[in-house]
């Protein structure tokens, strides 16, 4: 029972963070008239935010078959740099019915990466999710990006209670 209580609870913050952006940019979009190019914009958004839960479903059916192996990860060259920024503009969304401000350092250069981006995605946003969640109205959530002897370095800070020593 343990066992499920911990998996549902998984699939909950799995599939909460995708739904959120969907619910802010569709919010936003029909908060006033909009021209055509917007609404295909949010309807883009939507989708790939739809597209992100139904990988997030395959991932998880995996792991109930227990044959969830390493080499399931899609690994490839991309930009980080426009990764985490596509990542950061999503998180203004999240923190927005809180009135937390991001603030983002992100360099202007590609910074190449061979990693899978699906799964980075979704590390990324459940720290911000969990920086949103423990921030106060108000506060601030600072997400940065920088290269350090060949090793990438990406900060998810906030404003919020923190993390007891013994959880980190």
Known sequence: FKHIEEFSSQVAHELRTPLAIMRGESELALRKDRDSEEYKRVIRVNLEE???????????????????????????NFDFAAFFREVCEQAKVLAQNKGIA????????????????????RLFYNLIHNAVKFTLAGGKITLGVSVSGGKLFAVVQDTGVGIPAEDL
């Not at 739809?50 to 490839?76: A, Q, S």
């Not at 603030?103 to 061979?114: A, C, Q, R």
């Open 102 to 121: 991001i603030e983002f350092d992100v360099p202007k250069t590609g910074i190449i990466l061979n990693g899978d981006k699906h799964h980075l995605r």
């Open 50 to 76: 739809i597209g992100r839960m139904l990988k997030t479903v395959e991932d998880l059916l995996l792991l109930t078959k227990l044959d969830y192996r390493p080499e399931i990860f899609k690994k490839e």
